[in-house]
């Protein structure tokens, strides 16, 4: 009995012991973090020439950088940056961080909001160049951004949604202007923008979501930078909140796939001058606010990542097999999906899915199997994109 007792006595007293080792190392980090550190030098942007790397926001912007075989927040810059981008967007051959600043002035009833598009080079620490301001309503007028080959000229236009209306914007190396600006889109709220053939005729057309018109827009380029002679899709319920421009049914010919507020994900295919609904998948139990196309699992052709957002956090990733589209994968996620992107974010030729939260950014990764987060970064994102 008394062996016991010693064996309670003996066990209790290195349980407290355990616990008095914890103080100690608290009152170290204390007296530890109120040393004052001088402020370093801020890290200058490393753009990779033969790499891609992730680009993130939710206010300030955030760069990730694969190397050593991990993930790393490699540059962060503070500030009001609500949309980003990497490419070269000059047509120098190296690439560029494309980002719009917010940034009010004056106070109470003279406060104005301006939004710029700044241009950081590698190496910059502070943007190399400034657009002129093109506000137009508030702090989160701005909805998307994309950079793609608008105007099929074969380089880089950096598109923008605003709440109003969509723009093309375009730099040359020394400035950054407006291309081109929509009629006021105010009724039908553009909600996210693309680039691409979505029509078959060998040419690149802007596609734009429509929140309010719960439908997507189609402009046909017609040279000297302007687009016309607008096609509608069908419509959904609800609204939609993206639509993009991918082929991902294996027959040459690119798809639009979509979600929003119904829940569900939606893929469109032009037939005869219309964009009709060729599949809806059944309610995915959250606004399917993040959508991207990319071959994850390596057998060349596309399949279909869907985030879901605000009463059911999920992954899910559909495949086509031929006939339909169905849920390869499916897994609950931290936080709301405000955003989706794939791209090869660890360079090794295959697309991964990179997920900007409210909680986190993720990246999941097809493993020969199934498919695995392999990489969380803490702090909500609202916007993000690979390159
Ligand atoms: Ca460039
Ligand atoms: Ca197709
Ligand atoms: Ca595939
Ligand atoms: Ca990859």
Not at 22 to 46: D, F, R, Y
Not at 145 to 156: F, H, S
Not at 204 to 229: M, S, T
Not at 275 to 302: H, R
Request: charged fraction near 20%; hydrophobic fraction near 35%; include cysteine.
């Amino acid at each position: 009995m008394k062996n016991i007792f010693k064996l309670f006595a003996i066990l209790f007293l290195s349980f407290l012991l355990a616990c008095s080792e914890e103080p100690p190392t608290n009152i170290n980090n204390e007296s530890l973090s109120k040393k004052p550190v001088p402020p370093g030098p801020p890290a200058p942007l490393v753009l990779l020439e033969n790499a891609n790397q992730i680009v993130g926001c939710f206010g300030s912007l955030t760069v990730w950088t694969y190397g050593s075989g991990t993930y790393a927040k490699s540059w962060e810059k503070s500030g009001n940056y609500p949309l980003a981008a990497i490419g070269d967007v000059d047509s120098d051959g190296n690439d560029e961080l494309v980002a719009v600043f917010v940034y009010e002035t004056g106070n109470g009833r003279n406060k104005v909001t301006h939004t710029v598009i700044q241009i950081f080079e590698n190496g910059d620490i502070n943007p190399s160049r400034t657009s002129a301001d093109f506000n137009e309503g508030g702090v989160n007028a701005f909805t998307y951004m994309r950079l793609g080959d608008a105007n099929n000229a074969g380089a880089v236009e950096i598109m923008l949604t605003h709440m109003n209306f969509l723009s093309v914007h375009k730099d040359d190396g020394s400035a950054t202007t407006i291309l081109w600006k929509s009629e006021d889109l105010s009724a039908v709220d553009p909600f996210s923008i693309d680039a691409g053939d979505v029509d078959n005729d060998g040419q690149n057309e802007i596609i734009y979501a429509e929140l309010g018109g719960q439908r997507f827009g189609v402009y046909e380029y017609l040279g000297n930078n302007n687009w016309g002679d607008k096609v509608y899709s069908e419509t959904i319920p609800c609204g939609l909140d993206r639509a993009f421009v991918a082929d991902v049914d294996e027959d040459g010919v690119n798809e639009v796939v979509g979600g929003g507020c119904a829940s569900k994900l939606f893929v469109w295919e032009q037939i005869n001058g219309n964009y009709v609904i060729s599949f809806q998948s059944a309610d995915l139990g959250g606004y399917t606010q993040g959508v991207a196309a990319g071959d994850f699992d390596d057998d060349g052709i596309n399949e279909i990542a869907v985030g879901t957002a605000f009463t059911n956090d999920k992954v899910y990733v559909f495949k086509f097999n031929g006939t339909t589209y169905s849920i390869v994968f499916e897994e609950s996620i931290n936080g709301s999906v405000n955003d989706m992107f794939a791209g090869d974010s660890d360079n090794d030729g295959i697309d991964e899915i990179v997920i900007a939260t409210d909680e986190n950014l993720f990246v999941y990764d097809y493993n020969g199997t199934t498919y695995s987060q392999t990489y969380s970064s803490p702090g909500g994102f609202s916007h993000v994109v690979v390159k």
